[in-house]
């Protein structure tokens, strides 16, 4: 019998179900289905109701600051959309390295159910995430893109599980908000510009509104997807085949006989370029200037994919093949920063967080703080862009009523990680690499949303701090 491999219509999905769970996951998939638009196409939606929301409510709501927030947005996170497009770039080429890509493979070989490859799927992208955003991104799809090529599991679903335990990452090492908390005279260390004093990496990482959320989730999300498991004949696999084709980027065997084949093939270019890097990296070690920033980061990524492909013929492949991830991502960000620039030169994430806060005690605040942080993220995505936009509201608040700092930044940094869930800038990437649509994927991930809020809230309540 033929497997069917495209995605059904909402009309085609049967509302049927065994359980309540279920049945609310298929009404959700296909209203997700009906009505959710391209990332762009929202991207624009939520440009227009941020400008209207600025007319209608900003303090400073005159045509032209309006216009020249959005333009002077628009193109002030150029470069840091260059960054993290290059960054997405060079993670994806050092995962499609012979010695990583043989790791994937072997480690998407050690399930043989539908639940085990949705749980590995999930913890591989968790613990990826984790430790580094961007390559935990780039891990998550392609992980879950070896994993569909040997286990016949929905798609959508898998990869919905997959992302879910990436958007942890807003919780680990990698954090934007912790490191700027920790980092003495950053720019964007407002706790440090309010307080004098920054917030240490051990205390956001081992605080339990960090780790207990962690904890409670890490159980609770592969549970919550394995009651939303599509049924037998809801089930719409990857196409094996395809995928296979599409991830071989082997070179075609060729003698190099001229001296640009040679050079092109050369591992003595690989090693004077991975040498000036190195090189760079152990000095400003030994002179003190090391940070591991997103620039580093890149350099990073960039030295270890050339060593691994080895030569620089493969590694031009390889980047060629991963540029391809970038084209939506970079078309978007001027659109958030352009909906940035209006909401900050207007006044509208001040009146927003100023509201949401205004009604706050020192019991409530860090979780109104968490509540206006995922507000603020359907508008700003951009974890730099939005930490700038509401920390100098909350860590004044925090300072006066008396609140710890690294409850604010962990709970700004919930809201951040729940809202990627909800919000397609960072599902953007992913999609791509797996080559799957929207509204596949967020259907599941709208459900865990709910119940990471639901989390996350009873810890920032519960929980002393």
């Known amino acids: 019998m033929k497997v069917r491999t495209e995605p059904r219509t909402p009309s085609q999905r049967s509302v049927e179900g065994t359980s309540v769970m279920q049945k609310l996951t298929k009404l959700c998939v296909n209203m997700v289905e009906k009505v959710m638009p391209d990332p762009f196409v929202i991207a624009v939606l939520l440009t227009i109701v941020t400008i209207a929301l600025a007319f209608l409510y900003a303090p400073k709501n005159s045509v032209s600051i309006v216009l020249d927030g959005w333009f002077k947005g628009a193109f002030d996170i150029t470069s840091f959309a260059f960054l993290i497009a290059f960054t997405l770039i060079t993670g994806h080429a050092l995962t499609t390295a012979k010695p990583v890509a043989r790791m994937l493979r072997w480690m998407a070989s050690l399930p043989k159910t539908e639940l085990g490859a949705m749980a590995l799927a999930f913890y591989i992208s968790l613990v990826a995430g ?57 720019p964007l260390n407002i706790i440090e510009k309010v307080t004098g004093s920054v917030v240490p990496m ?26 939303m498991k599509p049924e037998k004949n809801d089930v719409i696999p990857a196409d094996a085949e395809k995928l296979k084709c599409e ?33 760079y990296i152990i000095n400003s070690l030994l002179d003190g200037t090391f940070k591991l920033d997103l620039k580093l980061l890149v350099i990073i990524f960039f030295l270890l994919g050339l060593l691994l492909h080895w030569r620089p013929e493969s590694y031009i492949n390889a980047i060629e093949k991963a540029a391809r991830i970038s084209g939506p991502i970079i078309l978007q960000f001027p659109l958030y920063g352009g ?108 459900i865990t949303f709910l119940l990471m809020v639901v989390v996350m809230s009873g810890v920032l309540l519960l929980v002393p701090h």
């Open 130 to 186: 984790y430790l580094n955003w961007a390559c935990g991104l780039v891990i998550s799809a392609l992980f879950a893109r070896e994993v569909a090529k040997r286990v016949r599991v929905d798609f959508g679903w898998l990869l919905a599980a997959a992302y879910s335990g990436w958007s942890f990452f807003a919780l680990g090492i990698s954090s934007s908000v912790a490191l700027v908390s920790a980092t003495k005279g950053e």
């Open 202 to 227: 051990r205390d956001y990482l081992l605080s339990p509104l960090n780790w207990l959320p962690i904890v409670i989730l890490s159980v609770a999300i592969p549970i919550l997807f394995w009651a």
């Open 247 to 279: 991830d071989s980027i082997e070179l075609k065997g060729h003698i190099a006989t001229t001296l640009a084949a040679k050079l092109n093939n050369s591992w003595l270019i690989t090693i004077l370029m991975s040498a000036i890097g190195v090189g």
């Open 339 to 446: 909906i940035m620039g209006v909401m900050t030169a207007t006044g509208l994430a001040t009146m927003m967080a100023q509201n949401m806060l205004a009604f706050s005690t020192p019991d409530t605040l860090s979780f109104w703080t968490f509540i206006s942080s995922i507000v603020i993220s359907l508008f700003i995505p951009s974890a730099g862009g939005h930490w700038a936009v509401q920390a100098p509201f909350v860590v004044e608040a925090a300072a006066h009523l008396g609140v710890s700092q690294s409850a604010i930044a962990i709970a700004v940094a919930l809201g951040e990680g729940a809202a990627d869930l909800i919000q397609p800038m960072w599902l953007i990437p992913l999609l791509s690499i797996a080559g799957i649509s929207l509204s596949r994927v967020m259907g599941y991930t709208i």
